[in-house]
């Protein structure tokens, strides 16, 4: 009875929390080893223990801020020295970052929001390119529905354009590495619950404003609230393993038909 992910090691970014740490142990529950990249913080460190209390040895927590690069390069290094190859990457950490009106916006803000959302997205694949060449592999990244359609007035012009950048992306790279059976797919979530809303800074202004970080009943047709970090980190399983080998380039919505309304 062969586990899905056995003798498998996979990249998982922004592993401390939500969507990334319901991945992440998803994936070592079914055998595979994972490398946690995340600011190191308590959250981080819980995650790593309770993997290694699944499997002991399965985890390990690397302290990497996905916007630099010198220190994404060095931790992928690690992880393929640790676990002896990179299979499956998951570019998931994210920020909603600050919220403000255009007009309001501070490039340094805008830059943030960029920066962590789409170079970590960009660098995370980079450096795991030579390790995911030997074998071949699959990269999920998260982007979200707002990488599709707009909020109106929410101030979330920095985060949806790092959200549709990764989607552009993501389809670059499944054609650009194809050749190398590298499959490249992105997934699209609607409202989950996570702790998401501890990234999110809001402007005077937005604070008047009613931005959906309590979501309403009924905003998503199939559930009363949000989706379930577990809920995405059965869909990201399904594109690591090979039961989707033939699926690349796809962007995959995930938000009971909340982008529908
Ligand atoms: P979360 O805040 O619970 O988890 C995100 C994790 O990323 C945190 O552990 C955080 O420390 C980490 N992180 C943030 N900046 C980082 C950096 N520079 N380097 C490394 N790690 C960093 O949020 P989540 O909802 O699980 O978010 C995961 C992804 O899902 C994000 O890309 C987000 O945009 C996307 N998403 C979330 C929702 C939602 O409703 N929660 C919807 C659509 C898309």
Known sequence: NRQRFEGKTAIVTGAGSGIGKAAAIKLAQEGANVALFDLINERTSKTEAEINAIREGAARAFDVDTSDAARVEK???????????VDVVFANAGINGVLAPIEEMQLEDWQ??????????FLTVKYAIPHLKKNGGSVIITSSINGNRTFSNFGMSAYSTSKAGQVAFAKMAALELAKFKIRVNVICPGAISTNIDQSTE???????????????????PLA????QPEDVADLVAFLASDESKHITGAQIIIDGAESLL
């Open 224 to 227: 009363d609230g949000p989706g």
């Open 75 to 85: 931790a992928v290094l690690e992880t393929a020295e640790l676990f002896g190859s």
């Open 112 to 121: 943030q929001t960029l920066s962590v959302n789409l170079n970590g997205t």
């Open 202 to 220: 809001k402007t005077e202004e937005l604070k008047e404003i009613v931005i959906p970080v309590k979501f309403p009943e009924g905003s998503q």
